[in-house]
């Protein structure tokens, strides 16, 4: 069991940010302080079996799960346009 206690919300967005291909694991530790086998464990808890296998066969060895796999210069976890601020006068 973790020794590391997240509220539901903070539960919701390390999902997230797991589930999205591009945010290293290193990433939802540095924010979190969870490193990728509590991560792993969170995801099976939280995810259905089916679900859980399909996430785990898509980041296992993937690149941009891994800061120290990813090519020199690639600091970010996102696109810079991924996450626009919406305008307050729409």
Same mark, same amino acid.
């Given at each position: 069991m973790s020794t590391i206690m997240l @509220? $539901? $919300?903070?539960?919701?967005?390390? !999902? $997230?940010?797991? &589930?999205? @291909? %591009?945010?290293? =694991? $290193?990433? !939802?530790?540095? /924010? =979190?302080? /969870?490193?990728?086998?509590?991560?792993i464990k969170l995801m099976r808890k939280n995810l259905?079996?089916?679900?859980?296998?399909? &996430?785990?066969? %898509?980041?296992?060895?993937?690149?941009?799960?891994h800061a120290s796999l990813r090519p020199e210069g690639v600091d970010r976890g996102y696109c810079p346009s991924q996450y626009k601020v919406k305008s307050a006068n729409k």
């Open positions: @509220d $539901e $919300e903070q539960q919701s967005r390390v !999902i $997230e940010m797991a &589930w999205e @291909d %591009r945010t290293p =694991f $290193e990433a !939802i530790e540095k /924010l =979190f302080g /969870l490193p990728e086998k509590e991560v259905k079996h089916k679900t859980f296998k399909n &996430w785990r066969a %898509r980041v296992s060895g993937r690149k941009t799960k």
